[in-house]
C-alpha cells in the first residue's frame, strides 16, 4: 500500500481513448474487459474512480448483466419507449434515427464506477456496456479516465 | 484515521460498503443519511465528490424528493414502463424478473455527487434514493467512496 | 490562479455554482458554453473531471445533440413517458406537477464528464444540457466542480 499512498497525494490521472466495432445494427456490447484491461495498464493497482464516457449523440453507457437476455431485454425496451417511426423532430439519416438521438437522454453517456486495488469494483453480474441503437455508424470511440 | 485526514490535503480516496435491508418487495429507499455518516466520519470537512454505487444488477441510485409520493410516483413509473409480464427474455427468479435486470438500464447503479465542507450539495428537497424492483433479494450492498 | 495551479498536483478541487433563467416553461437549455467558461476560469488548462449538478428536485442533466430537432424530441417524450395527468401522487403545485418530479429519476441530475487540457471532452454533436419541466421554477441553480 505505501506505492499506492504515494500517488494517491498526486491525484493519479489517466485517460485515453479506445475504439469499439459496433457494425451496422444496435448493439449492446459488453465493454468491461476493455476497461479492465486499461485498468490494468494505467491505474498501477491503485484505488480511485473510472469515468466511462462515449463522445457519440447517439450511443449510452449502461451498467448491466450480459449473456442472459437481459442486454436484448433493454434495447426491445428502448425500441418500445422509443420507437423507429416518423414522431422525431430529427430527420437526417435512416428512417427513425431521430430515435438514436434521444437514447442519450434516457442513457447518459457516461458512468463513474469506483475501483480498487487497480479493478473495477462491480457487481458479479455487472457489465459496462455499450449502447448504441443507430447502425448507420460502425465505429465508435469510448473515452476511459481513471483518477485514482 | 489520522493518516487518512492528513492526505485529504493531497487528494483523499476513502471508499467503503454499507448494507441495506431492502425487504422482498419494490423500494425506493432514503439512504442519505447513510452517506452523510459516511461523508462525516471519512471526508474530514473536505471538498470533493461522493460516489454512489450499488454493485447489484438489479438495483439503481436516484436522487429524488422522497416523502411526498415522488418516490412511489417513480415505481408506479417502472412499473408502467417494464411491467413484470412474460415479455423478457431474462427468466430466472419470479415471474417478470427480468424486468428488474433493467431497470439499472434506466436508472443507473451509479451517481457522483458534489460535497462541500464535508456535507452532500444536495438541494433542500432531494435525498439520494436506492432503487430496487428485486423482492427476491432482501439485503443489498452499497458502495460508498469519497474523492477529495 | 498561481496558488490553484500549484495544488493541480495533489488534486485540485474547484467548485461554483452559476444561475440560469430557464423561465416559465419546459426546456431542454444548452448549458455547454457555461460549462467551457468555468474551465477556462478554473481548471487552467488541467486534465481531470467536472461534475455537473442540478441542486433541485424537478430538473435532471442529459448530455444531448441540440438545434437539430433532438433536445424537443426529448422533452416530447418525457411528455409521453410521465404524462401531465392525474396519475401522480405528489400533488402540489400546477395539475400534472407530479410528473416534474420523476424527471431526476429517468434524467439524473448529475453529469460526470472528462476534461483534457482544460475542456470538455465531448463529442462534436454533444452538448451539457439542462432538463427542467417544471415552469413554475424560472430560475435554476447548477453547480459545475472541477476535480483535476
Known amino acids: 500500500m505505501a506505492d499506492n499512498i504515494h500517488s494517491t497525494h ?4 489517466q485517460t485515453t481513448t479506445i475504439e469499439i466495432t459496433t457494425g451496422s445494427r444496435e448493439v449492446a456490447l459488453d465493454i468491461t474487459d476493455r476497461c479492465a484491461a486499461f485498468l ?4 498501477a ?5 473510472l469515468n ?8 449510452g453507457i449502461a451498467v448491466l448483466e450480459t449473456g442472459s437476455g437481459s442486454d436484448d431485454d433493454f434495447l426491445a425496451t ?3 419507449l422509443l420507437p423507429a417511426d416518423d414522431r422525431w423532430r430529427h430527420r437526417h439519416g435512416s ?3 431521430g430515435r438514436d438521438h434521444v437514447v442519450p437522454g434516457l442513457v447518459a453517456p457516461h458512468a463513474t464506477l469506483p475501483v480498487i486495488g487497480g ?9 459496462v456496456v455499450l449502447i448504441d441503437t443507430n447502425g448507420d455508424n460502425p465505429r465508435r470511440t469510448v473515452r476511459l479516465s481513471f483518477f485514482g
Not at 490494468?40 to 491505474?43: D, G
Not at 493497482?45 to 474512480?49: H, I, K, T
Request: a negative charge; glycine letters at 14%; charged letters at 15%.
Open 10 to 13: 498526486q491525484g493519479l490521472f
Open 45 to 49: 493497482g491503485c484505488d480511485g474512480l
Open 78 to 80: 428502448l425500441r418500445e
Open 95 to 97: 428512417p427513425g434515427h
Open 119 to 127: 479493478q473495477l469494483a462491480l457487481g458479479i453480474w455487472q457489465s
Open 52 to 59: 466511462v464516457f462515449v463522445p457519440h449523440a447517439t450511443a
Open 40 to 43: 490494468t495498464e494505467r491505474a
